[in-house]
């Protein structure tokens, strides 16, 4: 069974930076995509950003030129870098996979930003 674990999420201020790591356990493949939604309260969950085994990348705008996506040598293990953070950035961050159209979840992490 393929969990995802993930860690990194904290209380910071506004500009400071977090990285959320995130590992998945329990395939023997690798996963097509590897990526982090977040869902803030009263909010529907949207993706952060997204990576291909490819190492091709997809970002939401409001996160654009803020924060980087990277796969670590780790098979199926991924990387958020938030630099910049504001307080809009605040939400629960969740760590995703896919193969083969299945789609698997993290726990979900907290990230808060104060202003």
């Known amino acids: 069974q393929v969990r995802l674990v993930e860690s990194g999420g904290g209380l910071v201020q506004a500009g400071e930076s977090l990285r959320l790591s995130c590992a998945a356990s329990?395939?023997?493949?690798?996963?097509?995509?590897l990526g982090w939604y977040r869902q803030a309260p009263g909010k529907e969950r949207e993706l952060v950003a997204t990576i291909t085994g490819a190492g091709n990348t997809i970002y939401a705008d409001s996160v654009k030129g803020r924060f980087t996506i990277s796969r670590g040598n780790a098979k199926n293990t991924v990387y958020l870098q938030m630099n910049s953070l504001k307080p809009e950035d605040t939400a629960v961050y969740y760590c995703?996979?896919?193969?083969?159209?299945?789609?698997?979840w993290g726990q979900g992490t907290q990230v808060t930003v104060s202003s």
């Open positions: 329990g395939s023997m493949f690798t996963m097509n995509f």
């Open positions: 995703h996979a896919m193969r083969a159209g299945v789609d698997y």
